[in-house]
């Protein structure tokens, strides 16, 4: 299909202030993105709170608004200029969620803009743990057993049912003290006693625990005739249990074999068409390093971190294709360079990706990795080797 | 730095020095690259590349070792292996023996070491040529003198296919499937054997008679190395069979049915190898990503006066990747829907001969 002619206006929402977490990655995927949709000869309204941005300048977008990036301004903003349409995935997590309550919130509707890309039952269903759980066993696609317990013989029951080891996540407790690693009963009911404790309301989430698994994440992109490809794949050297963010992240994958490799890649595509995702998706996967055992740890439908890497590593624009797929066009009509963006990058090269950490300026944060991302900048490397 | 103890030379005088793994033999070959991240041990065990050195595009090759269900052939026949970096720590919990000792034990040379990256624009730009791996000792002039000497064999599917047949039987079969072996790749019989289908193996100069006698549900021509035109058995069986039975073909296999049906085919200059290829199906107007090994094509313009249709093309360069006759139930693809190594796009073609199978 050729790109859509019905609509002339198209409003992008940006990533708004840098913080730990969601940093520059997502101004280098709105510029990408704002320049693919005036390539294509759209009227591009950029909305972004953070002037320190290179999508903020002038010759990116052709009308920008510095304004909060909450739903009220945004909402403003499109009642003054009524644009045709909006792209959400683009200013990672913040501008999915404005999108998503302006869609809930019915100022699309009212307005009669149309969210481009990923329809917004689809980002509800990945963003949605138990929507996305339920798709996952629709899909046959295994994901990780979860109980929730509320004294030790439910606990024991649960752990029973799961299968040892197990984590034990007491429920509403800040960063998860209290909660830990049970190898058998005896393990669990120590353990469990003190988290039901902890836990402000009695609860405990038991959990298979996939401690040492492999982290193994999958870029993906997939147009609206259901063509969908690999861009590229990226291993953690840090095993699950560490924010990817913090990881040291090689793309591609080091220890995967043909058939581990193409297990995952045919999972993380079975994900992104059932999710009938258009544009790019990140697919995040735990692997046993014992057995071809897999789960779907995270999907993200959106332009993420872990793009931005992939991006950079294989030299294909998945912010630029992304904008493009979301206004009509096929994956295989987008030319990049010479050649039709249907294709899957093969390297012949390595990329590592390492974390720097502030802890200099933060001497009392605390210094341990874990599933909450701690690293401010990174340093991203391509050579022959690791 | 640890000194050179090899050398690749080219026919045309280009010379990389760098260090022996595998094999310690000298060894002439066609020299082709693939531009495969994963898979190195579905390539060198792959019939397809018999008398073909081939150059791993990717930089480190051994990485998870090789393991004891991953072979595609039970004697490897590929003529070497040219790496930038080879790993002998391999990682991975099937790993059973290191790539290096497969080479060895099959008397496979391997070099490393080399700037693969260069050694690939020059194939891409002069195209296909000869090599010779040798000793760091052996003189350009002696080396270059073999490698005129030396003709590269034209026999190499009658090498690689099976002597006599034999069985790849499953449980609950539903078909019987007599695979025409011109150097079949296992995971061919694999994905035939999940769809239950019981497959019989025949050798590549088994006759129609014979064929028939085995009453098959269908008939599977397989891949394999080296010039189709030279490969005149089977596209005289196709010549006779065709209409009668359901036939599928795969690379090489494409190209027989494609010159049976009196299409032409020729050779790429450097050929198509790699997981990333992407083949536009004409049905469904999708885009699949595709595994490829060949260094023939089957030439477009020739199939305007046959009854065959092309089906699927590569988007990258235009070459036929597909071609049917619906009359006959005869379907045919350039590359490899069983993938190893590869992706598994294209699995759903196995399908669509089962369903021929089935009468459909």
Known sequence: ?386 | MKEFNKKIVLEDGEEYFGYGFGANVENICEIVFNTSMVGYQEIVSDPSYTYQMVVMTYPLIGNYGITDEDYETKQPTIGGIIVREYNNRPSNFRYTKTLSEYLEENNIPGIYGIDTRKLTRSIRDKGSRKVIITDINTGKEEALKKLKEYDIPKDVVSKVSCKKRWYSRTTNPKYNVVAVDCGIKLNIIRSLNARGCNVTIVPYNTDAQKITELKPDGIFLSNGPGDPEDVVEVINLVKELKGKYPIFGICLGHQIISLAYGAKTYKLKFGHRGGNHPVKNFETGKIEITSQNHSYAVDEKSLDKTDLKVTHKNILDDTVEGVECKKDKIFSVQYHPESAPGPQDSGYLFDKFINLMKGE
Request: aromatic share 6%.
């Open chain 1, 1 to 386: 299909m050729p790109k859509r002619t019905d609509i002339k206006t198209i409003l992008v929402i940006g990533s708004g202030p840098i913080v730990i977490g969601q940093a520059a990655e997502f101004d280098y995927a709105g510029t990408q993105a704002c320049l693919a949709l005036k390539e294509e000869g759209y009227k591009v309204i950029l909305v972004n709170s953070n002037p320190a941005t290179i999508m903020t300048d002038t010759s990116i977008a052709d009308k920008v608004y510095m304004e909060p990036l909450t739903l009220e301004y945004v909402a403003k903003i499109i009642r003054y200029e009524r644009p045709d349409a909006i792209l959400p995935g683009i200013g990672g997590q913040t501008g999915l969620n404005i999108a998503m309550q302006l869609y809930k919130k019915g100022v699309l509707q009212e307005c009669q803009v149309e969210l481009l890309g990923t329809s917004s039952e689809s980002i509800e269903r990945a963003e949605d743990r138990e929507k996305f759980k339920e798709l996952c066993e629709e899909l046959g696609e295994p994901v990780l057993e979860s109980i929730i317990a509320h004294s030790i013989e439910e606990g024991l029951e649960a752990a029973h049912k799961i299968g040892y080891p197990v984590v034990l996540r007491p429920a509403f407790t800040l960063g998860g003290t209290g909660g830990g690693f049970a190898d058998d009963d005896e393990e669990l009911k120590e353990i469990i006693k003190h988290a039901l404790k902890l836990s402000p309301v009695g609860q405990v989430l038991v959990e298979k625990s996939i401690k040492g698994y492999k982290e193994i994440e999958y870029e993906v992109i997939r147009d609206s005739n259901d063509t969908a490809i690999t861009v590229c794949n990226m291993e953690n050297l840090d095993p699950v249990g560490i924010h990817t963010g913090d990881s040291i992240v090689v793309a591609p994958s080091q220890t995967l074999t043909n058939k581990e490799y193409h297990l995952l890649r045919d999972s993380a595509l079975k994900i992104i068409r059932a999710l009938k995702i258009e544009g790019g998706c990140n697919v995040q996967f735990a692997l046993d390093p014992h057995s071809f055992q897999y789960y779907l740890i995270e999907v993200n439908p959106r332009v993420s971190r872990s793009s931005a890497l992939a991006s950079k590593a294989s030299g294909y624009p998945i912010a630029r294709v992304s904008a493009k797929i979301a206004v009509g066009m096929r994956l295989d009509e987008i030319k990049l360079a010479n050649t039709p963006a249907s294709f899957e990058p093969a390297l012949d090269y390595i990329v590592t990706k390492i974390a720097r950490f502030p802890f200099d300026k933060f001497v009392l944060a605390s210094n341990k990795l874990s599933t909450q991302m701690k690293a401010t900048g990174e340093v991203m490397s391509v050579r022959k080797n690791i």
